[in-house]
Structure formats: structure tokens, C-alpha cells
């Protein structure tokens, strides 16, 4: 899979990489052809024949079969490109079609192209184009099996389950919710009675996807071992310049690094809920009811700070919903503000087209996608973004965070097409996040106008509290989500399990439980985005680790010397131009080697995730005394 859009994570963060497809104007058949060199010609049986010659693809051979791949795959993408927007912007029967005929054409074509390097496997070839034919290997998400009506079929799938999530809606007492209608009920109600229907409500929607995604599960597996993988959740694991086992391990100290902060963090939200409910609705003690987290999938906790806002500190004595809507902003400031902090760093401004082309506001007439997502629609400079734009706090920060990728795809474009990538998936997520970070500082917000004074230090708990609710407390969902995909794609679980094992493992990295027996026939995991939409999700966990890495890398280059969490990298021009030379590599080289030109490091570490919020996890441990922490 080629990654071209983007989609940002729901909530604080945010969706990389959904499949782009395309037609061809030349069958890969010819391409491949036109490179390989041909079998020797059999000789006549009249004749004595010589012994053939030994003949084998070349170094050259290699370099020649990539540079054509990528001028195929350059034109496929564009065209792909412009089919899904419309698809997104515009859903119909017709638009669906042509989406799935366009997915169909590029998967196919892509895994010939994929299969076709592997050719190359044991000629010596090098360094750039032994990346290149990696990368092919790698580029596809749902690989289809190289057989006819294979990437046809999964195409279908794959469209008809984004779509039936798109155009979801459930009906309550009479009413009719769509997504956004439940999502803000469970944002603003306390009533449990209603929040239990909301969440149990729109997992209705997801419990006909269930056959079609075991389908296209069981056809993606089919093509990732006739790529080499042990399975598909194995070749996505191969996706970060290292084994999939030990990408895996990986992950698993970084959840390590920062598990017990999320343990301090679930103990307090958890005894809060109790004083709100009481005990037959929230115990204290054992996992948190999902459904009391103010987000549809309890990813976020920032909603409740109400519910769990410390009583004996002052609050924050400002709001940004509030501040937004004093100054006046819509839609369209809030991105041209977003615009704003990236020109600051010495960018340059989105083009034209950028505000001529991109959905920023919901259309009234007709069914659109409106999770956050950033385009790259030609792999130049015609870059959208499609939200459905509100004017909020929350969406202020989705901006700065779709802007991130935009950035990033503009900064890339001069590589080489198979380059045109974060340096990994999660480099991608993480870009937006780390500008968002200095984004919702009240230092940020006083520099440009929306506060009139930055709060003293008093107010920093209920600031790391609200940051927490939405950064920490999304780590191990952001883990989760892609633990149950690889259990899928091995086949440690089956279908009949796919629900329960969901909730086991709910429950293991989250401490949660669903507020009532789930019905037999349920597929909750569906009712998240990136699971129908089939997105990687590691991406976002690691995004939540990479950008405290790089703000404080970025605050070091300043010489800021407060916390950690009120540094605004806002108008630092030498912070731009070594970020933007970080950007500027794309996936030409190994992750760790964009990672070392930023930072310094060439590891992962969740340190900074540490001291960003140091002062509110020694509150939080002294809130916590003589609590049962742990579920």
C-alpha cells in the first residue's frame, strides 16, 4: 500500500494510511516483462544445442524493474487519489463503485509489482535500491493473492465496510444518531442510562460487518504469504526497519516505560467516578465502566475533566471553546490559524489550492467521511484536508495535528516516489501531535491573541490533568487495537472469539468493561474507524511517545529552560529549519536515522513522556494513598 492519505487519530491525536489505488494504462505483466530478462529461447530439435547460458536478473536489472514500478505506481496513485476524495466527499452507489473497481486495479497491479521484487531477493544490488524493493514488498496494507478476482474481491470488502462505518446510524427513543450525535451525548451527558444507549447504540451498526471482514482477513493473509509473511499482521510488523518480533518487544517496553503513570491516572478517574455514581454504577475498585469515559471508545478521557477536575486546586481560569467563539473564529481561521504556526517556523504557506479544494466544513446536501484526514492528492503540492470542521477546542488541535502531515507530505516530495513516506508510519502521526503540544499551551494561545494572560503555575495540575485525560489515557487503547488484528490475522483467535478476546484485552491494557453482557452476535472492534477501515493502529502509539521525544528535543534547541509542558516552539525559526530537514529525508532512510537528526537518539524512549507530566504523577500518587489501585 502506498501511503498518500493520511487519517488522524478520533480525538486528541489522530489516522496514517489507507489503501490508495488506481488503474493502469500498461498491465504489470508488460512491465515485469519489459525488465526481467525473458527465458532463453528452447532450441530446435534438429539442431545440437549449446549449453545455455546462465542468465539472471542484475543489479541493473533491479534498478531498472524500481524506477518503472515507481512511475507506474506515481500514476496510479494520482488517479487513486482523486477516486477516493470523491468517494469521501460525495458517498454514492456510483462513487462507492468506482472506488472499489480503482482499489481493485491498483491492489492487483501492486501485488505483481510486490511479487515481481521479490525476484530480486539474492542479487547484490545497492543500498537505495534494496530499500526500494523492500519498500514495494511492504507498500500494500491488504495484499491480495496473485490470482485472478482476488484484489477484486478484497476491494469490494474493503469499500463496503469503510462505507456501512461512514453512513452508521442508530435509533434511540424515537431519534435518529448518527456518529457526531451519539459522540457529543457521550461527551456532555452524566446520565448513565443514556451513555450506556449511545455506546451500545452505535455498536449496532457494526454487527453486519462482521462476515465481510472475516472474508477480506482471511484474503489479506493469503497474499502476505504469497509475499513471505507469516501473515499480514507479520508484514505490518516488518514495516520498521526491524523483525516483527522484535517490533513487537518493542512496543512492549515502550508500554512498559509508561504503563504505571496510565495505572496512576486509572486509579484517581476511577475513584472520581465512584464519588459521581456510586458503586452500583462505578465500583472502586476493579476495571472503569467504558461508557462513563465521555468517548465512544474510551480512548479519550478529556470530556469528564468535570467529573474528575480536583476540588481543593483552582481551575483553569480560562476556556478555549469559549475563548474561539469570543474571537470570533470558524472554520476557516482555525486552519489558517494552524497554517499560521507552521509558517512561523519559516515553512512556507499551504497553497491556493490547499483552501479551494479541501472540506472543511460538513456538507449540507449529501453523505461525506467526515473523520479527520490529511491528502497529498498528486505527491507534489496539491494537499486537502477533509474535516468536518467545528469550532472547538478539540477540533483546534485536530488542525494543527492534520496540518502535520500536510507539512510533512510537501516536505518529501522531491524524493523518489517509493520515498514519499514518514520515515514510519508513526513519524507521520507524531509531526502534528508535536506541533500540537506547543498548539494548546496557554503561552501559544496568549502569542496569537486568544488569551490575554498566561495563567501562573497554579494552574498546571488541572493543565496536566486535561493533557493526561487525552494523552495518556489513550496509550493502551493505542496498543490494543493492533494486539487484537495481529491475534486475528495469526489465527490465535476465531471469529466466534473476535468479540470477547476484544474485551479481554479491553480489559488488560485498559482496565475497562462494557457497562453491560455483550450480545452473542456482537462485533464491537468494528465500531471503531481503523479496524473496517483497515488503518494501522501501532502508528498512534507510537506518535504518543514520539512527540513528547520531540518537543523535548525541540525545547532544548531553544534553550527553554520551565517545564517541559509550557514550552511553545511557536515563531523558533532554527527549530524549523532542523525539523523540516528531518521531514525532508521522508523514508529514504532507516526510521532511526531520521529519529537521530531531530533528537540526537536513535531510540525510541519514553522518558519525556515522564517529565512532561512529573508534577502531576507525584500528585496523582499522593491523591491515590490508601487506594486499591490496579483492576
Same mark, same amino acid.
Given at each position: 500500500?502506498? +501511503?498518500?492519505?493520511?487519517?488522524?487519530? $478520533?480525538?486528541?491525536?489522530?489516522?496514517?494510511? /489507507? @489503501?490508495?489505488?488506481?488503474?493502469?494504462?500498461?498491465?504489470?505483466?508488460?512491465?515485469?516483462?519489459?525488465?526481467?530478462?525473458?527465458?532463453?529461447?528452447?532450441?530446435?530439435?534438429?539442431?545440437?544445442?549449446?549449453?545455455?547460458?546462465?542468465?539472471? *536478473?542484475?543489479?541493473?536489472?533491479?534498478?531498472?524493474?524500481? %524506477?518503472?514500478?515507481?512511475?507506474?505506481?506515481?500514476?496510479?496513485?494520482? !488517479?487513486?487519489?482523486?477516486?477516493?476524495?470523491?468517494?469521501?466527499?460525495?458517498?454514492? !452507489?456510483?462513487?462507492?463503485?468506482?472506488?472499489?473497481?480503482?482499489?481493485?486495479?491498483?491492489?492487483? =497491479?501492486?501485488?505483481?509489482?510486490?511479487?515481481?521484487?521479490?525476484?530480486?531477493?539474492?542479487?547484490?544490488?545497492?543500498?537505495?535500491?534494496?530499500?526500494?524493493?523492500?519498500?514495494?514488498?511492504?507498500?500494500?496494507?491488504?495484499?491480495?493473492?496473485?490470482?485472478?478476482?482476488?484484489?477484486?474481491?478484497?476491494?469490494?470488502?474493503?469499500?463496503?465496510?469503510?462505507?456501512?462505518? =461512514?453512513?452508521?446510524?442508530?435509533?434511540?427513543?424515537?431519534?435518529?444518531?448518527?456518529?457526531?450525535?451519539?459522540?457529543?451525548?457521550?461527551?456532555?451527558?452524566?446520565?448513565?442510562?443514556?451513555?450506556? =444507549?449511545?455506546?451500545?447504540?452505535?455498536?449496532?451498526?457494526?454487527?453486519?460487518?462482521?462476515?465481510?471482514?472475516?472474508?477480506?482477513?482471511?484474503?489479506?493473509?493469503?497474499?502476505?504469504?504469497?509475499?513471505?509473511?507469516?501473515?499480514?499482521?507479520? @508484514?505490518?510488523?516488518?514495516?520498521?526497519?526491524?523483525?516483527?518480533?522484535?517490533? =513487537?518487544?518493542?512496543?512492549?517496553? @515502550?508500554?512498559?516505560?509508561?504503563?504505571?503513570?496510565?495505572?496512576?491516572?486509572?486509579?484517581?478517574?476511577?475513584?472520581?467516578?465512584? %464519588?459521581?455514581?456510586?458503586?452500583?454504577?462505578?465500583?472502586? +475498585?476493579?476495571?472503569?465502566?467504558?461508557?462513563?469515559?465521555?468517548?465512544?471508545?474510551?480512548?479519550?478521557?478529556?470530556?469528564?475533566?468535570?467529573?474528575?477536575?480536583?476540588?481543593?486546586?483552582?481551575?483553569?481560569?480560562?476556556?478555549?471553546?469559549?475563548?474561539?467563539?469570543? #474571537?470570533?473564529?470558524?472554520?476557516? #481561521?482555525?486552519?489558517?490559524?494552524?497554517?499560521?504556526? !507552521?509558517?512561523?517556523?519559516?515553512? $512556507?504557506?499551504?497553497?491556493?489550492?490547499?483552501?479551494?479544494?479541501?472540506?472543511?466544513?460538513?456538507?449540507?446536501?449529501?453523505?461525506?467521511?467526515?473523520?479527520?484526514? $490529511?491528502?497529498?492528492?498528486?505527491?507534489?503540492?496539491?494537499?486537502?484536508?477533509?474535516?468536518?470542521?467545528?469550532?472547538?477546542?478539540?477540533?483546534?488541535?485536530? /488542525?494543527?495535528?492534520?496540518?502535520?502531515?500536510?507539512?510533512?507530505?510537501?516536505?518529501?516530495?522531491?524524493?523518489?516516489?517509493?520515498?514519499?513516506?514518514?520515515? &514510519?508510519?508513526?513519524?507521520?502521526?507524531?509531526?502534528?501531535?508535536?506541533?500540537?503540544?506547543?498548539?494548546?499551551?496557554?503561552?501559544?494561545?496568549?502569542?496569537?491573541?486568544?488569551?490575554?494572560?498566561?495563567?501562573?503555575?497554579?494552574?498546571?495540575?488541572?493543565?496536566?490533568?486535561?493533557?493526561?485525560?487525552?494523552?495518556?489515557?489513550?496509550?493502551?487503547?493505542?496498543?490494543?487495537?493492533?494486539?487484537?488484528?495481529?491475534?486475528?490475522?495469526?489465527?490465535?483467535?476465531?471469529?466466534?472469539?473476535?468479540?470477547?478476546?476484544?474485551?479481554?484485552?479491553?480489559?488488560?491494557?485498559?482496565?475497562?468493561? *462494557?457497562?453491560?453482557?455483550?450480545?452473542?452476535?456482537?462485533?464491537?472492534?468494528?465500531?471503531?474507524?481503523?479496524?473496517?477501515? &483497515?488503518?494501522?493502529?501501532?502508528?498512534?502509539?507510537?506518535?504518543?511517545? !514520539?512527540?513528547?521525544?520531540?518537543?523535548?528535543?525541540?525545547?532544548?534547541?531553544?534553550?527553554?529552560?520551565?517545564?517541559?509542558?509550557?514550552?511553545?516552539?511557536?515563531?523558533?525559526? %532554527?527549530?524549523?529549519?532542523?525539523?523540516?530537514?528531518?521531514?525532508?529525508?521522508?523514508?529514504? #532512510?532507516?526510521?532511526?536515522?531520521?529519529?537521530?537528526?531531530?533528537?540526537?537518539?536513535?531510540?525510541?524512549?519514553?522518558?519525556?513522556?515522564?517529565?512532561?507530566?512529573?508534577?502531576?504523577?507525584?500528585?496523582?500518587?499522593?491523591?491515590? #494513598?490508601?487506594?486499591?489501585?490496579?483492576?
Amino acid at each position: 500500500m502506498i +501511503k498518500r492519505l493520511l487519517v488522524s487519530v $478520533a480525538g486528541p491525536a489522530l489516522i496514517s494510511g /489507507v @489503501l490508495l489505488s488506481g488503474c493502469t494504462s500498461m498491465p504489470p505483466e508488460a512491465l515485469i516483462k519489459d525488465i526481467v530478462p525473458p527465458a532463453p529461447k528452447a532450441p530446435s530439435l534438429t539442431e545440437t544445442p549449446a549449453p545455455p547460458p546462465v542468465v539472471g *536478473p542484475t543489479a541493473e536489472d533491479a534498478k531498472a524493474y524500481v %524506477e518503472a514500478a515507481e512511475a507506474k505506481l506515481a500514476t496510479m496513485g494520482e !488517479y487513486a487519489a482523486r477516486v477516493q476524495w470523491v468517494r469521501n466527499t460525495y458517498i454514492t !452507489y456510483d462513487t462507492m463503485w468506482l472506488e472499489s473497481k480503482a482499489n481493485a486495479d491498483y491492489t492487483e =497491479a501492486n501485488v505483481k509489482l510486490a511479487m515481481g521484487a521479490a525476484k530480486f531477493n539474492d542479487v547484490q544490488v545497492d543500498e537505495v535500491t534494496r530499500r526500494k524493493l523492500n519498500l514495494l514488498k511492504l507498500s500494500l496494507t491488504l495484499p491480495a493473492a496473485d490470482k485472478p478476482g482476488a484484489a477484486e474481491e478484497m476491494a469490494k470488502l474493503a469499500t463496503s465496510l469503510d462505507s456501512t462505518y =461512514a453512513t452508521g446510524k442508530f435509533t434511540y427513543k424515537g431519534k435518529v444518531y448518527t456518529l457526531d450525535d451519539a459522540s457529543e451525548v457521550m461527551a456532555t451527558s452524566r446520565d448513565p442510562v443514556l451513555l450506556r =444507549a449511545m455506546f451500545e447504540g452505535w455498536r449496532t451498526i457494526s454487527v453486519p460487518m462482521k462476515g465481510d471482514y472475516t472474508k477480506l482477513a482471511a484474503l489479506a493473509n493469503e497474499g502476505a504469504k504469497g509475499l513471505g509473511f507469516a501473515d499480514t499482521g507479520a @508484514l505490518w510488523r516488518s514495516n520498521y526497519d526491524m523483525g516483527p518480533d522484535e517490533f =513487537a518487544a518493542e512496543t512492549d517496553r @515502550l508500554w512498559g516505560q509508561v504503563e504505571p503513570f496510565y495505572q496512576n491516572l486509572h486509579c484517581y478517574v476511577r475513584r472520581k467516578l465512584n %464519588e459521581k455514581y456510586g458503586d452500583a454504577v462505578q465500583p472502586n +475498585k476493579g476495571p472503569i465502566r467504558a461508557d462513563l469515559l465521555g468517548n465512544m471508545w474510551a480512548q479519550d478521557w478529556a470530556n469528564i475533566y468535570d467529573v474528575v477536575a480536583p476540588k481543593n486546586i483552582k481551575g483553569s481560569s480560562y476556556s478555549l471553546d469559549k475563548l474561539l467563539v469570543a #474571537k470570533k473564529y470558524d472554520a476557516t #481561521k482555525m486552519v489558517k490559524t494552524g497554517e499560521g504556526f !507552521y509558517t512561523s517556523l519559516g515553512l $512556507a504557506a499551504l497553497p491556493q489550492t490547499f483552501w479551494e479544494r479541501s472540506q472543511i466544513v460538513r456538507p449540507k446536501d449529501r453523505e461525506v467521511v467526515c473523520h479527520a484526514s $490529511a491528502w497529498d492528492v498528486d505527491n507534489i503540492d496539491d494537499l486537502r484536508i477533509k474535516m468536518c470542521t467545528n469550532v472547538n477546542g478539540e477540533d483546534f488541535y485536530t /488542525v494543527h495535528h492534520e496540518l502535520g502531515h500536510n507539512y510533512y507530505q510537501r516536505a518529501y516530495k522531491d524524493q523518489p516516489f517509493l520515498f514519499k513516506n514518514g520515515a &514510519n508510519d508513526g513519524f507521520h502521526e507524531a509531526i502534528g501531535d508535536f506541533i500540537g503540544l506547543s498548539a494548546v499551551t496557554p503561552v501559544y494561545l496568549n502569542q496569537i491573541g486568544l488569551l490575554d494572560k498566561v495563567p501562573g503555575e497554579s494552574e498546571d495540575i488541572p493543565y496536566l490533568l486535561k493533557m493526561a485525560l487525552g494523552k495518556v489515557a489513550f496509550l493502551p487503547f493505542g496498543l490494543m487495537v493492533d494486539r487484537w488484528r495481529w491475534e486475528v490475522y495469526s489465527g490465535k483467535i476465531t471469529p466466534a472469539q473476535y468479540n470477547s478476546r476484544w474485551w479481554e484485552l479491553v480489559n488488560q491494557y485498559q482496565g475497562l468493561t *462494557p457497562p453491560g453482557v455483550r450480545p452473542t452476535d456482537a462485533f464491537d472492534p468494528g465500531a471503531k474507524y481503523h479496524v473496517p477501515g &483497515n488503518v494501522p493502529y501501532t502508528r498512534y502509539f507510537l506518535a504518543h511517545i !514520539y512527540q513528547f521525544q520531540f518537543q523535548k528535543a525541540a525545547c532544548d534547541q531553544i534553550g527553554w529552560k520551565g517545564p517541559l509542558h509550557r514550552c511553545s516552539i511557536y515563531g523558533h525559526k %532554527e527549530v524549523g529549519t532542523k525539523f523540516n530537514a528531518m521531514l525532508e529525508m521522508g523514508q529514504s #532512510k532507516p526510521w532511526p536515522d531520521a529519529l537521530e537528526s531531530f533528537t540526537g537518539t536513535r531510540q525510541t524512549d519514553a522518558s519525556a513522556v515522564a517529565e512532561y507530566f512529573k508534577p502531576l504523577n507525584e500528585w496523582l500518587i499522593v491523591q491515590n #494513598k490508601g487506594q486499591q489501585c490496579g483492576w
